[in-house]
């Protein structure tokens, strides 16, 4: 098989066979498939979309690229979520925690932020010392300690992910049904889940905008998640706004940790305890998720979770103290608001990317992140503020960003002067 001819193919229309799809997958390991002809590919599969065998196949291929870890003897229900992406959204970093205090298996495997969105691996990549990529042995180690790990794709854990999310991201190829299917279950399906809950982003800061592109989301990741025997249940949430106050990577596991400790901004706390309670349904531990829910908010406000957090943080290095010291001396700068008014709607993805000009997220593939940059949202929609009154803080470690990241604020906020109810959190569920 010729790449050339299979992307040629592809462009015109046409349907990749299951063969064709491994070649240009299996072209990644063995170098046989170059960078270029990825993007190629990748352009095609967001102009004209993959089918839903298309989508399977590529799915399969990118499982099939690493490793495949077998946790039946923990004699555990494994369980995982995964978020199709948001800004500010944090709730992995609270789930693990609570859910496995609850007597869950979770394997975590997560990506580094994509598009405008953050990603929970450049989030705990932000605590000095912690280990994103843990090896074979001591992912083992954790999980039979623990009852869940956190880590990143690496070159054993679905490589072709890794390699693919980098191109998405820095060539704009983000938005696609099949792509983000693929990606999603790729790094998912290998961690031997009896189930897995998706957190079905929705609104202005995700990549699906409507409920329509988001309905079509959901059931493609049912269709080949349920083709290898693991139940799904999806949740659809809304992020027309940043979820909690705190965008970036240092400061949402501040957030995060304030939350454990029972500091926790009410929206927040609605999304993660009705996450905890599909994973902790799903997994049989509870027969509803009024119940699971009950459990998952005991384990909470009992303090149980946030001595799991602290535990799971440690046995992979990290060290919480030391980020503290560590982005204390970063600048900070008050984001006043432009006229009196009422919030009546937030462009979330322009706020995420006045988190990328702050330098919390990558513009292209090389770029260092500035792990303590980002933002503190003080206001939400429906909060009522006055011309000059501060609206958010900005940080970073160099002044010279806040011009340009106030100029994509002041363009995403919009006001007006009648009361606005803030938006519904929890949409609706698909199991
Ligand atoms: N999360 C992923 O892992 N991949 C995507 O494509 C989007 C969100």
Known sequence: MINSEILKKKRLGGRLGDDEIFHLIEGLKNGKTDDLQITA??????????????????TFAMRDSGMKFNFRHLGKPVIDKHSTGGVGDKLSLLLVPIVSACGVAVPMISGRGLGHTGGTVDK??????????????TIYRLMEENGCFMSAQNDFIAPADKK???IRDITGNVESTGLITASILSKKLVEDLDGLVIDMKTGSGAFMKSMAEAEELAKSMKTVAELCGVKISVLFTSMDQPLGSKIGNWLEIEESLDALKGNCPPDIREVTLALAAEMICLAGIKPDTESARKLAAETWDSGKALSQFHKMIESQGGSLEEGTKKYASHYEFEYKAPRSGIITSMDTTGIGIAGIILRAGRQNIDDEIDYGAGIIMEKKIGDEVSSGETLARFRASDKELFHRAKKRMDESIFYCQEKVDSPKLILRAMK
């Open 41 to 58: 590919f990748l352009t095609s599969a967001c102009i004209i979309g993959l089918s839903p065998d298309e989508t399977t196949a590529l």
């Open 164 to 166: 693919l999310y980098h």
């Open 124 to 137: 705990l990549e932000s605590i000095p010392g912690f280990d994103i990529r843990p090896d074979e042995k």
